[in-house]
């Protein structure tokens, strides 16, 4: 132990407190809101059965109960029980003490505990900003880099050849790359978080380049993104797939990764693919509907170039994409457009109303309506295609269209709900969801439910939607908040180039890891580890487990 910490473990000692908090014991280590549910669950055979909540560096007792009975959670393995203490809604910072165990990570009950978490999830955005430099400023000091990825071209796979533009656009994760498909349910996400929540996030500052204008920050940030998809549409309305270098970089900051970054498309004709021209569109309509009150000049852009893309997707249906040969980047494949491509009509009638994009919704939506009733994802957008059709509507709309999908929504949201409120770690997680990027498969579930509240309230799906998040800021098996730099036990190794590579002690603020993944044959950090164990285990703060400890735009944007 350093000298440093044997100072504060004994200093605890001497003015009564326990030495280090407790990891059996799972909380929350932002905290909690006031009037919801508020459970720890203790993972210990040896604790007692009476736990108390005090408030943090004192003795003052504010709360005191009995531990529920022990529940096997196949998930983990772990054995929990469940300290529940939902009646203590005074705000402050607390601690729980568990009888023959310890004190737990402190956490506050606030109506803004999540105030702080927000700004840096949304923030960390800014942090992957292409094609400019970049400085999270005073508050993070050190945690700065250049201008990057300046220098484009096309990509023999594109049908064009030559230098082109390299400009905006966010790294998609902890590589230097930008891909369409998975900016288009990133940007899609983050603007829903503003057409939903507008009051809630409208004035929230940034601390960005661009605050202080006219226009609210997140759409600020979000528009640094915008502009590169905009970049990725060929003259004929098709979207190219994404723009990357051909092999991914060492673990060096942005600027000195100078490969250059290369347009790449399907390899022949049309070159251009559906998916991520059906995201493109979506994303742009929906652009071009929220700029307008801030920069119609921007939003008319946008719509029009959603529009053109729309337009080249009725002569492409389905052209899929996968790596061209010399190209070893992410793939972001996917076999099946149908979802991109309702999606897109779905946002393109609500922006435009015109009748074109109606129709071909009506005729469509029902091969995908199962959709509303699962988690989105980056191969899966057929729940946004559904949920904006409802959230938009207006007398124009398909009455039976819009009750088949407010049907399906809440009918999954009510039973996920449960199971959410009934499972040992009260997360809406089942096994097969502990895959790659498992944690956005936790915050997808989340989205859904708060979708769900918004097309006919209740209590639940919103109580459900926060108990994730109570996972995902260590109520997990790991007792590790899994947002870096948030929370006092956080996970320090994120599979994050700038974080690897630069001199600052901590990684960069506000990224959300992967999450745990089953898939062990998926990077050698999982492989190394014993087969057969619970899935919710199979993850490690290990900088070299990309499958596992990355971060990802698409991750992010529904923790946001
Ligand atoms: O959808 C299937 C599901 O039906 C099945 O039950 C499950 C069981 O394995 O797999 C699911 O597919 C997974 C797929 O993601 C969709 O979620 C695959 O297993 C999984 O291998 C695949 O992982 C993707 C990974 O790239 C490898 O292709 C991640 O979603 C994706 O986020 C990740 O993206 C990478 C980029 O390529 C490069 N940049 C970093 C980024 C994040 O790691
Ligand atoms: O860093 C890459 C990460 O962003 C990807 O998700 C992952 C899978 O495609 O690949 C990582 O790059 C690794 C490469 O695939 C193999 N050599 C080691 C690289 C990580 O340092
Ligand atoms: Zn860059």
Redesign the pocket.
Known sequence: MPRWQLFFVLTAALCGQSAAPAPEIRVNQVGYLPGFPKHALIASSTAGDKFTVKRKGSDRIVFSGQLGPATQDGLSGDTLRSADFTSLTQPGEYVIDVENLGQSYPFVIDANAYERTYYLAMRSFYGQRCGTAVDLGEEFPGYRYEICHTRGQFHPSSGKSGERQSAYGWH????Y?RYVVNSGITTGTLLWTYEMFPKRVRDLKLIIPESGNATPDILDEIRWNLEWMLTMQDDDGGVWHKQTSVNFAGFVMPERDTMPSVVIGTGSAPFKNSCATGDFAAVLAIAGRLYKPFDEQFASRSTAAAARAWTWLTQHPNVTFQNPTGVA????GDGNCADERLWAAAELWRTTGEASYHDYFKQNYAGSLSQAGSPP???SVGGMALWTYVLGAGEQSDAGAVAAIRDTTVKAAKALAERTLSSPYRTTMVA?DY???SNSVAANYSLLLLVANALQPDPRYVEAAVENLHYLLGRNAFSTSWVTQVGSNPFRKPHHRPSGADRNDEPWPGMLS?GPNR?QT?DNVLRAMPAGLPPMKYWADDQDS?AAT?M?I?WNAPLV
């Open positions: 998609d994760a902890g590589d790359g980047t992410g793939g972001y994802g980056w191969p097969s895959i790659w990027g992967g898939n998926q990309y990355e990802a698409n």
